[in-house]
């Protein structure tokens, strides 16, 4: 099994619709909890950690499920710059240092 | 700040040549890494330092060295390329490791033929 796992979509969704996204982690010791984004040949760039409390920051929501070792994110409202690659990054102690991994992603087209 | 930069953005090599990808960061970030990103792929880490002098290996180190002379730049050279070293090549510092946000550069765009 992989250590971290997104479904790669596409995920097409109209413009203002709401849509959500998972990823499920395979190591209860991981540690801490990030959404980036990756727009077509760019660079990732954070788009919001996740915390066990969950968080929200204008139209995104991020949260945390230990239980079942998964993390979400949530878009309201969709807008057409929405349009990426969403990774869930996912990082635990190993050895000595913190093992960072990245999802392979989820992509999502907000078509008007 | 410039933040991570990352050069060339472009290159194509021939099989057996060899070639050093420079990344550097003005951020006095102790934590960096190189990463690849194959197409439809996850980043992969292929190593990491956690400051000066001190490097180490991650999950796909086959065919490449590092090197970590000041904190500022992390260079990743490549030994003898290969065609399944073509990826996009990625530059990345933190502050405080796994634990913190990580900004990458633009990438390198290596094609191997």
């Known amino acids: 099994r992989k250590e971290v796992e997104q479904d790669p979509g596409p995920f097409n969704v109209p413009e203002g619709a709401t849509v959500a996204f998972n990823c499920t982690y395979s190591n209860s010791a991981s540690q801490s909890f990030f959404w980036y984004r990756q727009d077509c040949r760019k660079e990732p760039k954070l788009l919001m950690s996740?915390?066990?409390s969950g968080n929200e920051d204008g139209r995104f929501t991020a949260q945390l499920n230990r239980a079942s070792q998964y993390i979400s994110l949530l878009i309201r409202d969709s807008k057409l710059s929405d349009s990426a690659t969403y990774l869930c990054?996912?990082?635990?102690?190993?050895?000595?240092?913190?093992?960072?991994?990245f999802g392979t992603g989820t992509k999502l087209q907000v078509i008007p | 700040n410039a933040g991570v930069t990352q050069t060339p953005k472009f290159r194509i090599l021939k099989i057996g040549q060899s070639m050093t990808l420079q990344c550097a960061q003005d951020?006095?970030?102790?934590?960096m890494y190189w990463y690849r990103q194959d197409p439809g792929m996850g980043l992969k880490l292929i190593y990491y330092?956690?400051?000066?002098?001190?490097?180490d290996k991650g999950e796909v180190p086959n065919g490449y060295n590092v090197s970590r002379s000041t904190t500022e730049d992390f260079p990743l050279r490549l030994e003898l390329a290969a065609p399944s070293q073509t990826s996009v090549y990625f530059c990345a510092s933190s502050l405080a490791g796994g634990l913190d946000e990580q900004f990458f550069g633009p990438g390198t765009r290596l094609t191997v033929l």
């Open positions: 330092s956690v400051g000066a002098g001190i490097t």
């Open positions: 996740v915390y066990s």
């Open positions: 990054v996912v990082n635990r102690h190993s050895g000595g240092y913190q093992k960072v991994t």
């Open positions: 951020m006095n970030h102790n934590y």
